[in-house]
T-cell receptor, first 114, second 116 residues
Framework: GAVVSQHPSRVICKSGTSVKIECRSL??????MFWYRQFPKQSLMLMAT?????????EQGVEKDKFLINHASLTLSTLTVTSAHPEDSSFYIC??????????FGSGTRLTVV | DAKTTQPPSMDCAEGRAANLPCNHS???????VYWYRQIHSQGPQYIIH?????ETNEMASLIITEDRKSSTLILPHATLRDTAVYYC??????WGYGGSQGNLIFGKGTKLSVKP
């Protein structure tokens, strides 16, 4: 079946630094990937839609200059949290759409900013 | 996309069937019902989806009422590993270049606790 690999699974960074999270579709091509954020005891919130070869589409309230998304190939999308602060600590999850209906999710990245 | 309503939590005894309800009274004719689950600190896992016919796969069954205003996800023999938050999502499959478009919008889901 379709597999989406997300790396790293956990990262701790200092406040003010940047962190890059990778999302790869391992056995299929994904023209569109999605990035979600999940705070403790809350549901997933869609942050942005990543389109291969074009600019990402951000949801209302998500700062595009802070959360940089690059989707340079059909199998890789990256999310860079720039100038991270403790309030950016969260669980970040990517997903990719395969074929007509399927959405496969990565295993998530736990970001802790200290 | 139509909104969904799910109970916040449910308990189920191990080995028994777990029946998780979902209301989607404003669903439109071209909207599918998707079910995903999320085990703690993992990404969501696809379970099943359907349009109007009942569906069954190796994980679960999906029963959609005739008027499509509600559905039930059935885990026939729940195990402890089925403890998770279950999300019912309704969305349109929009056809465009490269296939379907659109994303999944998650509600609060139902926290299913399977107890020994």
């Amino acid at each position: 079946g379709a597999v989406v690999s997300q790396h790293p699974s956990r990262v701790i960074c200092k406040s003010g630094t940047s962190v890059k999270i990778e999302c790869r579709s391992l056995d299929f091509q994904a023209t569109t990937m999605f990035w979600y954020r999940q705070f403790p005891k809350q549901s997933l919130m869609l942050m942005a839609t990543s389109n291969e070869g074009s600019k990402a589409t951000y949801e209302q309230g998500v700062e595009k200059d802070k959360f940089l998304i690059n989707h340079a190939s059909l199998t890789l999308s990256t999310l860079t949290v720039t100038s991270a602060h403790p309030e950016d600590s969260s669980f970040y999850i990517c997903s990719a759409r395969q074929g007509s209906y399927g959405y496969t999710f990565g295993s998530g990245t736990r970001l802790t900013v200290v | 996309d139509a909104k969904t309503t799910q109970p916040p939590s449910m308990d189920c005894a191990e080995g028994r069937a777990a029946n998780l309800p979902c209301n989607h009274s404003t669903i439109s004719g071209n909207e599918y019902v998707y079910w995903y689950r999320q085990i703690h600190s993992q990404g969501p896992q696809y379970i099943i989806h359907g349009l109007k016919n009942n569906e069954t796969n190796e994980m679960a069954s999906l029963i959609i009422t005739e008027d499509r205003k509600s559905s039930t996800l059935i885990l026939p023999h729940a195990t402890l590993r089925d403890t998770a938050v279950y999300y019912c999502i309704v969305r349109v499959v929009k056809w465009g270049y490269g296939g379907s478009q659109g994303n999944l919008i998650f509600g609060k889901g139902t926290k299913l606790s399977v107890k020994p």
